[in-house]
């Protein structure tokens, strides 16, 4: 049993081992849990109270029983130590229920993700765009506390558009963004239509000036850069690349002579050209002849090539190890 008092000023290693009778080699196994909650909770943006039984669960699949347990038991004596243990603080039966609850519609809302991922990649979806919409599933899935996908309606929807508005306080691009993703799953995986969502509490979209840098501004920070990120920088500035696609820049994607830039699959897997400025030529041919000598080394020891989109690897296995690729 815990003591009624402890001192207001005595650190939490001391609560544990003075007021709840931690022995000393147990306490940093309970300091290491109560910083892993704090991880997940952060992670997946959720509060304490809503992130307690699902932080559970996945402990289940990782760790032994008593882990968990103890894990548990640590989060509730900081709970405690913290001041918040009367609303907190569950008894075991109903504990049990919940998880048991969880688990059960984990494995349901399992089965309807990767349905919803299949039929991204069926429709030609970006790898970002596929990131995106299962992160909010995820979210709207903590959001309704283990409720099966089957049984969700537009009201959820609209009950979480509103949670998002009111008490996460986020942006209206960021509240579509949210939308967009969750009407997908309503559409092509429960089959199931959305109509007044207009009622949803909706974020305010605020006028803001753009802030734009001055030629001098963008200078500065360009000598304040080193090598490769500075050629990255001008080449992302100069050609109006997003960062994607000049990461994703090959040696037959640039065209000195011309003065041009072919940027292959863009946004909405788009190709399109662009300028390739000739004050970057030197420093670009520089980076090449550096590139080349690891790529004669990479040849040498049979190191695999770059990837190649759709089936174009299986139409042309060697191509990703070609220079000009």
Not at 224 to 242: A, E, K, T, V
Request: glycine share 4%; with cysteine.
């Amino acid at each position: 049993m815990l003591q009624n008092k402890f001192s207001r000023n005595m650190s939490f290693e001391k609560f544990l081992g003075h007021t709840a009778n931690i022995t000393s080699n147990r306490i940093p196994y309970y300091i290491g849990w109560i910083k892993h909650f704090e991880k997940y909770f952060s992670k997946h943006r959720l509060e304490e109270k809503e992130a307690f039984d699902p932080f559970l669960v996945d402990l289940q699949k990782q760790f032994e029983g008593w882990q968990v347990a103890q894990a548990k038991e640590a989060v509730k004596l900081h709970w405690y130590y913290t001041g918040f243990s009367k609303s907190l603080l569950e008894t075991e039966n109903n504990l049990t229920y919940r998880i048991s609850q969880f688990s059960f519609s984990a494995k349901e809302w399992g089965k309807a993700t990767l349905k919803m991922r299949e039929i991204l990649r069926l429709q030609h979806k970006s790898y970002r765009t596929e990131k995106t919409y299962l992160a909010w599933i995820r979210r709207f899935y903590l959001f309704l506390k283990y409720k099966d996908p089957a049984g969700i309606t537009q009201e959820d929807l609209k009950q979480y558009l509103s949670y998002l508005a009111v008490d996460r306080k986020v942006s209206a691009s960021t509240q579509q963004q949210a939308f967009n993703a969750l009407l997908f799953p309503f559409r092509y995986v429960l089959d199931k239509q959305i109509e007044g969502i207009a009622e949803a509490i909706r974020s305010r979209v605020r006028k803001r000036l753009p802030v734009v840098l001055d030629q001098d501004e963008i200078v500065q920070i360009f000598q304040n850069l080193q090598d490769p990120f500075r050629l990255l920088s001008r080449l992302i500035y100069g050609g109006g690349l997003r960062l994607n696609e000049c990461l994703s820049l090959r040696i037959k994607d640039l065209n000195f002579k011309e003065s041009l830039l072919t940027v292959r699959s863009g946004k909405g897997d788009k190709d399109r050209v662009t300028l390739l400025p000739s004050s970057l030529h030197p420093d670009l041919i520089n980076h090449l002849k550096s590139v080349r000598v690891l790529y004669d080394a990479d040849r040498r020891n049979f190191v695999a090539g770059v990837p190649l989109p759709t089936a174009l690897e299986r139409k042309y296995p060697g191509a990703g190890t070609e220079w000009a690729r």
